[in-house]
């Protein structure tokens, strides 16, 4: 899960590890938000890619 701070939602990180057991990637960005794919291109896909990493 990739937070940004200008989403609508903050999730936390208790949150997720609960709703989405096991949390394989949380991390808190600190800029972007809702559209973050065209806000921050560059970001989104290293999240993406972090978020995959550990599934190889």
């Known amino acids: 899960m990739s937070v940004f701070p200008d989403e609508l939602y903050e999730t936390t990180r208790n949150w997720a590890e609960q709703a989405y057991p096991p949390l ?3 991390n808190r960005l600190d800029k972007g938000g809702h559209f973050a794919a065209w806000e921050q291109p560059d970001l989104f896909v ?7 990493r550990s599934l190889r």
Do not use: N, S
């Not at 290293?46 to 995959?52: I, P």
């Open 24 to 26: 394989v990637h949380y």
């Open 46 to 52: 290293k999240e993406v890619r972090a978020g995959f």
